[in-house]
């Protein structure tokens, strides 16, 4: 073939894509600044560093990341293959020692015969070349200033994500379909709430315990000084919801509480105050909180949210989360093959296209890297099936019906739904992996 790829960043989905390129006899330069330069996260030499868990999630199966971990084992995954080598006692979840996994990629790098490791930090786009940029969400400023250009703007250097519930977890005895003033289609669900559960709702919100962050993490959030009782500097644009009570009472009720323009069809009056709940994905299983996002802990986003009318039994397919994140509008700017649309050579992977968590961006990496490989050899891009979860992933991060795009793990409330209602959840999403893991199998 005698063809050339450049990746940029030796982090999980870097390595797995550059790795995926030299077993398919192309010849990787890949770029990675450490040991020369450290992010403010990352402490070890050695490639696909795992910075904050050790822990790569549910093993089985049955779960939305086991599913996607034995995907990437059929893919010829190089990040699974370290993690069976170098695995840890961690119950049900698949976790390593961090240093010796990342000791046994990094080797695999070094010692392949189409790879070059290049310590340099890369600040511009090589446009002219093929590239795939694999950063991560700590990508260095000089770089990052060069994606935002190259991009229109289209560049988020923080992440406030929303939780997100699924649709058949709601009351629906309790909730409302409607748009404010009855404009448009209903496309809100609605979560009425009266005077006495906004003030239960209220209290319990304020006195929640929330994530501590690292001081990069919050310099990053925003530069205005912090107000009142604020426990961070943050943007006006993405103030997380305790935050925003912890400004007075009524703070939320004027804000993305309020309940102006609705009528709750139940009694015919005015609520109190109005959670709303926005589509997420075009098939209407999965619905965000609007206006929720947050920094506080799991646990506490269970408890407190499950105080709303309608998410009692809530089930939380994503929870809520603020930290420093940089990723691309990718559902503007990518295809589900992870390149750009209006550059078919430039290819993006990893976090910074909108995939949240470690084995996700792995595996962004191994689809980036077969569909390059596919590219040069003069071959159809491989389009993944929508019942698998990389495939759901990528498709998700390539919508352009996604509205306000916030970065995704995986879940199973991205994946369709089976044709048949099993009401036993275990197993009702053990025949959801079986259905994915055969049609990937089908189609490689």
């Known amino acids: 073939m005698n063809k050339e790829v450049t990746v940029i960043g030796a982090g999980l989905a870097g390595v797995e894509a550059a790795y995926t390129l030299a077993e398919g006899g192309v010849n990787v330069r890949l770029y990675e600044m450490k040991p020369k330069k450290f992010s403010p996260a990352h402490k070890y030499n050695g490639y696909a560093e795992l910075v904050c868990s050790n822990s790569l999630k549910a093993d089985r199966v049955e779960s939305a990341a086991g599913m996607l971990k034995e995907e990437m084992r059929i893919l010829g995954s190089l990040t699974m293959e370290s993690a069976r080598e170098n695995r840890v006692s961690a119950g049900g979840a698949l976790a390593v020692d961090r240093e010796k996994f990342s000791d046994f990629i990094t080797e695999r790098i070094n010692s392949h015969p189409n790879i070059n490791v290049i310590n340099e930090e890369v600040c511009d786009i090589p446009l002219d070349k093929n590239v795939i940029?694999?950063?991560?969400?700590?990508?260095?400023?000089?770089?990052?200033e060069s994606i935002k250009r190259f991009c229109g703007g289209c560049l988020y250097f923080h992440d406030a994500a929303a939780p997100i519930v699924t649709?058949?977890?709601?009351?629906?005895g309790k909730v409302f379909f409607a748009s404010r003033y009855g404009k448009g289609e209903a496309d809100y669900i609605n979560c009425p709430m009266d005077r006495k559960e906004y003030t239960a709702f209220y209290n319990e919100l304020i006195q929640a315990e929330s994530v501590e962050l690292k001081d990069f993490e919050k310099e990053s959030i925003g530069d205005n000084k912090p107000k009142g009782k604020d426990k961070f500097k943050v943007y006006e644009g993405c103030m997380p919801i305790e935050v925003l009570a912890g400004r007075g009472e009524d703070s939320m009720r004027f804000g993305p509480l309020k309940p102006v323009g609705l009528t709750d069809p139940h009694t015919g009056k005015r609520p109190y105050a109005v959670v709303q709940l926005r589509a997420e994905n075009r098939e209407g299983t999965l619905y965000n909180m609007v206006g929720f996002q947050t920094n506080l802990k799991f646990g506490e986003q269970k408890r407190v949210f499950s105080l709303i009318p309608g998410l009692e039994n809530a089930e939380f397919m994503r929870y809520g989360v603020m930290h420093r994140n940089t990723f691309i509008n990718s559902p503007k700017l990518l295809n589900e093959h992870f390149n750009m649309r209006e550059h078919s050579n430039i290819f993006f992977a990893g976090q910074i296209t909108g995939?949240?968590?470690?084995?996700?961006?792995a595996a962004s990496g191994i689809l980036a890297g077969i569909n390059m490989l596919r590219r040069l050899e003069g071959n159809d891009m491989i389009s993944l099936p929508r019942e698998s979860m990389l495939g759901a992933l990528s498709k998700y991060?390539?919508?352009e019906n996604v509205v306000n795009f916030q970065p995704m793990g995986a879940n199973m409330g991205i994946l369709p739904p089976l044709e048949e209602k099993i009401r036993d959840k275990k197993e009702r999403y053990k025949q959801i992996a079986?259905?994915?893991?055969n049609k990937l199998k089908s189609i490689l």
């Open 133 to 144: 940029i694999a950063t991560g969400p700590l990508t260095s400023d000089g770089l990052a």
């Open 167 to 172: 649709y058949e977890s709601l009351d629906k």
């Open 355 to 361: 995939v949240e968590g470690y084995i996700e961006s």
């Open 397 to 399: 991060i390539s919508d």
């Open 434 to 437: 079986l259905r994915g893991l």
